[in-house]
């Protein structure tokens, strides 16, 4: 059984930055991608971004890229993402989850395993 932890969330100011961290517990090689999405209140969850564990392909959201970067451990078992120049509409509950397979841009519906979400606020 796949799990995903995430961390890091918080409250900061326009302007300021965050890390979100994402740790699976994937030992059976099941998640070969780990992307983050949000989704803020009244709005749909969107993916932001997205690796591929086993290679450079990296994706980034256009409202996202530039500020935002996501990066993994060589254990390929945590995933961070630093979001640097945080702006009001960033304010959302981020889920890391996992999936089988890189896809650009990522398909909600291929990631089958989610973590709980951390809140990011920036206000």
């Known amino acids: 059984h796949v799990q995903l932890v995430e961390s890091g969330g918080g409250l900061v100011q326009p302007g300021g930055s965050l890390r979100l961290s994402c740790v699976t517990s994937d030992y059976s090689d099941a998640v070969t991608c780990l992307g983050w999405f949000r989704q803020a209140p009244g709005k749909e969850r969107e993916a932001v971004a997205a690796?591929?564990?086993?290679?450079?392909?990296?994706y980034y959201a256009d409202s996202v890229r530039g500020r935002f970067t996501i990066s993994r451990n060589s254990s390929k078992d945590t995933v961070h993402l630093q979001m640097n120049n945080l702006k009001p509409e960033d304010t959302a509950m981020y889920y890391c989850?996992?999936?089988?397979?890189?896809?650009?841009?990522?398909?909600?519906?291929?990631?089958?395993?989610w973590g709980q979400g951390t809140q990011v606020t920036v206000s």
């Open positions: 690796i591929y564990l086993y290679g450079p392909t990296v």
């Open positions: 989850a996992g999936a089988r397979g890189f896809r650009d841009p990522p398909r909600q519906r291929d990631f089958k395993y």
